[in-house]
C-alpha cells in the first residue's frame, strides 16, 4: 500500500525501500535506492490540474500490488449548482431585468467544468 499525506515525498515499504518518480507525463514505482531525493515525488493534494490525481490512481496495477491510499486531490470550488444561481442572480438584477436578458444568459457560451 501507498500512503499519501499532503507536502510529504510518496515513499512506502517496510523500510521505505520503493518511491513514485514522475516517468514522462505518467508516475511510476522505483526503488528509492536506484534514485536521486529530488527525483521523489512529493504530494500536492492542492494541485489544480486533475492529471497528477488521475496518474496516482494509475499506479495500481491489476494485481493491487500498489494500492494508493489517502487524499489524491482537495480543492475547494464552487459547485455548479451554486456558480448558476450567483450568475441566474446576477443577471437578474442587472439591467435591463426582463426576460430577454435571461435568455441571453441561458444560451450564452459561459460554461462551467465540473472536475
Known sequence: ?????????????????????????????????????????????????????FALSRLSDQNLEHTVLGIFRHISRPTYDDAARSQVSTAQSAVPSDATALQALLRGRDTWTVG
Do not use: W
Open 1 to 53: 500500500m501507498i500512503n499519501v499525506r499532503h507536502g510529504e515525498p510518496i515513499v512506502f515499504g517496510t523500510n521505505g525501500e520503493y518511491c513514485v518518480v514522475r516517468s514522462g507525463f505518467s508516475l511510476d514505482v522505483a526503488k528509492t535506492a536506484d534514485v536521486a531525493v529530488e527525483d521523489i515525488v512529493v504530494h500536492d493534494a492542492h494541485a489544480d490540474d486533475a492529471a497528477y490525481a
